[in-house]
């Protein structure tokens, strides 16, 4: 017997890397090239650095209130987290507590396995299928839960409302999260039927289109008692979890909807631009409605091509792992940086 015996072990989640060097293009945790809005620094200027003596207002009025504005719903609709894998976190403790077997994709956001194995929260991943869509009827039988990502990552790609509506509505005994980090770049939200279902959860993020990754803000949106036993779990953890930096910069982000509304444009634009680029070159990928492209070429290695782009400086992000091991999963950067890629692309595969 040793004291190794009793530790709860895990394998933990694998983050992106985080290169120093700033002249690389980096390409491969999904963040914004674009600053956040200019209303930002401003919060940040205006900060009393006096309030850092008191603890920081635990229901984050300000930033919740804002939200409530910005989406439509009511207050007690809405739990704050830091960044959406916090609030992921705590919806996995809340939500999932039968014996029954959770269920999502078998390729999806890399996390959803580690926190279901954290918590000994039994799960079965249900396989896309050859072209990456999320296959409803998978969902529809007895379980513990259902997680989607939608638009789903890595692959990007978009499952109808009305499949996600179905999916909501057959399990109405258990809970249904949809996680919807990427939803802004083109794809339709699950959260008007938040009124209608109250066993859905959405959950969204500062960290993509808001162009915030840094400052850790993410949500969750759900009718009022689902929200509660949320927040209860977390006000049995840690409930100082944001600050007045985050609280203050998230509420100003939201001020400045037309800046946000053209950064995500000028991505999306971008993204459609590197369909066509990257179709000419030989790759082939789901249709993203995200701010990636997860992309297979026809006749190189995917791991090949990953390193000869960061040789160049090109952070893409690469998974080795089954079924994905062959594909890319490219960030949408500036034109200015995908143009960069391409370039060498063409080199690279033509040359
Ligand atoms: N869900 C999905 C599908 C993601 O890709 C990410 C980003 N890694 C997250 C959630 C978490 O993002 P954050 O914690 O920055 O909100």
Not at 129 to 142: A, R, S
Not at 160 to 172: H, L, P, Q, T, Y
Not at 255 to 267: F, G, L, N, S
């Amino acid at each position: 017997m040793s004291w190794e015996d009793n530790i709860r072990k895990v394998v933990p989640y694998v983050a992106g890397e985080q290169p120093k060097d700033r002249n690389i293009i980096k390409l491969n945790t999904n963040e914004s090239p674009y600053p956040p809005s200019p209303l930002v620094a401003e919060a940040v200027k205006n900060i009393e650095t006096d309030q850092l003596r008191k603890y920081p207002d635990t229901n984050a009025t300000e930033l919740v209130e804002e939200m409530a504005k910005t989406y439509g719903v009511s207050k007690d609709n809405i739990f704050v987290g830091i960044g959406s894998d916090d609030v992921l976190a705590l919806a996995f403790l809340t939500y999932f507590n039968s014996d029954k077997q959770v269920i999502f994709p078998d390729i999806t956001y890399s996390f959803y396995d580690v926190w279901a194995e954290l918590y000994r929260i039994p799960y079965v991943t249900k396989p896309l299928d050859d072209d990456f869509n999320i296959i409803k009827e998978d969902y529809l039988c007895d379980n513990g839960g259902v997680v989607i990502a939608n638009p789903n990552a890595p692959t990007g790609a978009e499952m109808s409302i009305d499949a996600i509506e179905e999916i909501v509505r057959f399990n109405k005994d258990r809970v249904v999260i949809v996680d919807e980090a990427y939803v802004d770049f083109g794809a339709t939200s699950a959260l008007p039927l938040i009124d209608r279902y109250d066993n859905l959860v959405v959950v969204q993020t500062f960290s993509k289109s808001r162009a915030l990754a840094g400052i850790r803000i993410g949500m969750a949106f759900g009718n009022p008692k689902i929200i509660g036993y949320l927040k209860d779990v977390k006000f049995s953890f840690n409930s100082y979890t944001l600050n007045p930096y985050t609280i203050a910069i998230g509420a100003a982000a939201l001020k400045d909807r037309e800046y946000y509304a053209d950064i995500t444009a000028k991505t999306v634009k971008t993204r459609e631009r590197m369909k066509n680029e990257l179709k000419q070159l030989g790759f082939t990928f789901a249709d993203s409605k995200t701010n990636f492209i997860f992309a297979k070429h026809e006749r190189l290695e995917a791991k090949d091509i990953f390193a000869a782009l960061r040789a160049e400086g090109i952070y893409v992000r690469y998974f080795n792992k089954p079924r994905i091991d062959n594909y890319l999963r490219i960030s949408m950067g500036t034109d200015e940086q995908m143009d960069k890629m391409i370039a060498f692309l063409k080199g690279y595969i033509n040359g």
